[in-house]
């Protein structure tokens, strides 16, 4: 396994592999990898990518000025050796100076599915994120990346994007990983203390109770989020927001019908959590 910490050398890497008929993914991440970021590994290659580069950055530019970046949890050599095991072929791993030029002032924005859930909280968020990426995509220079469903805004803002500006990149969004008890996998669970973590739970008990409401036939939504956030609120959770969405579009739903995504951002103390789950019908 390689790691490349420079943008030429790693354009220079995908052009010699892309000329020698490999395909290539990608999946972009913050590191501190876990269960949910391997599976995306695994997702690439039921996908077709002969050659997977996984990029650890910690992107500054995602991060609020009174969010985590300068905590958020780092362990590069875990890292490595959990790719080198899975047999992922590079981690491109920068420097904020390699990515960001002192004077940079190019920046890649989204304006729809941006709006909105995490952005009213986290206004400058996906302007760093959609940036970021679309900087990864053209160092990698892969033939698909991959995002997880945990980040489900965020998914559908980098499909829109990579639509709009015609990248010759195809999406793929992998599934939402949890934990054994169902608290869903993040870096961020690190933050939680054990009682913490035991109330959080609250919110995959909440997610998954609406969703069996629905198959089993209610379609009362505002009850059905307003008994959502009562369960998550009960545990000791502040919750930032509760939606009914499309699951394409991210357009709030006003009934129960058609592909949805519940998405729910929800403070246990300090740290924020997000979950979603999809329901069709
Ligand atoms: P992060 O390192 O948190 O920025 O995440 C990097 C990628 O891994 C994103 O596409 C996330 O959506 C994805 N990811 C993180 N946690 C999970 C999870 N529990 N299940 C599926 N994908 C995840």
Redesign the pocket.
């Known amino acids: 396994m390689k790691i490349i910490r420079t943008i030429r050398e790693m354009q220079e890497w995908s052009d010699a592999k892309r000329r020698a008929g490999a395909t290539i993914a990608v999946?972009?991440?913050?590191?501190?990898l876990?269960?949910?970021?391997l599976?995306?590994i695994d997702t690439a290659r039921k996908n077709g990518a002969d050659t997977v580069i996984v990029t650890i950055f910690v992107n500054p530019t995602q991060f609020g000025p009174n969010e985590d970046f300068a905590c958020y949890p780092r362990d590069f050599e875990h890292d490595s050796r959990l790719c080198e095991e899975k047999g992922v072929d590079v981690i491109f791993a920068p420097e904020a100076q390699e990515m960001y030029p002192e004077d940079s002032s190019t920046w890649v924005v989204e304006e729809k599915l941006s709006k909105g859930l995490c952005a009213k909280t986290r206004p400058t968020h996906f302007r760093g994120v959609t940036t970021v990426v679309s900087k990864l995509f053209l160092a990698t220079l892969p033939h698909l990346a991959?995002?997880?469903?945990?980040?489900g805004q965020?998914?559908r803002a980098i499909k829109r994007m990579v639509r709009d500006l015609n990248f010759p990149i195809r999406i793929v969004i992998?599934?939402?990983?949890?934990e054994p008890d169902g608290l869903?996998?993040?870096?961020r669970n690190k933050y939680l203390s054990e009682e913490e973590h035991r109330n959080a739970l609250s919110i995959f008990r909440g997610l998954t109770k609406l969703k069996a409401d629905i198959d089993s036939g209610r379609t009362d939504l505002a009850a059905l989020l307003a008994e959502l956030r009562a369960s998550i609120e009960a545990a000791g959770g502040v919750v930032d927001y509760i939606e009914a969405v499309d699951a394409e579009t991210l357009e709030p739903k006003t009934s129960v019908e058609g592909s949805m995504m519940f998405p729910v951002a929800a403070y246990f103390g300090k740290t924020r959590l997000i979950d979603n789950i999809l329901v069709e019908r």
């Open positions: 999946v972009p991440t913050m590191g501190y876990h269960e949910g970021h599976s995306l991959v995002f997880g469903q945990k980040d965020q998914a992998s599934p939402l990983i949890r869903a996998r993040s870096s």
